[in-house]
């Protein structure tokens, strides 16, 4: 069993910043890639950005130059710095974990922790 534990979310204005962080507990092994997808009502669930344990990073358009990843692995723990938000980065923001065991990969979603960007 994996736990991945959220915090940091919360309501901003718009402009503001964030950081949420994410730390992955338990039956922990070879963690390849960690990162964060959001989802807004009504819409589907998108990837924001990922980062592999080598630190190569990944992020949507709509978030570069605005959002950072990064990890720490020693605590099994991502992060993602939110700068500049905007009312459309309003999201439950979830933690996504991928592991990989004797060629079977392992996926675990954290329980989401809600952004919201508002005046």
């Known amino acids: 069993q994996v736990q991945l534990v959220e915090s940091g979310g919360g309501l901003v204005q718009p402009g503001g910043s964030l950081r949420v962080s994410c730390a992955a ?14 989802q807004a009502p ?7 950005a990922q980062i592999t ?3 190569s990073t990944n992020y949507a358009d709509s978030v570069k130059g605005r959002f950072t990843i990064s990890r720490d692995n ?4 991502v992060y993602l710095q939110m700068n500049s938000l905007k009312p459309e980065d309003t999201a439950v923001y979830y933690c996504k974990v991928v592991r990989t065991r004797s060629g079977t990969t392992y996926v675990n979603w954290g329980q989401g922790t809600q952004v919201t960007v508002a005046s």
């Open 74 to 77: 020693a605590k099994n723990t």
């Open 53 to 55: 344990r080598d630190g």
């Open 25 to 38: 507990s338990g039956s922990i092994f070879s963690i390849n890639a960690m990162g964060w997808y959001r």
């Open 42 to 48: 009504g819409k589907q669930r998108e990837l924001v």
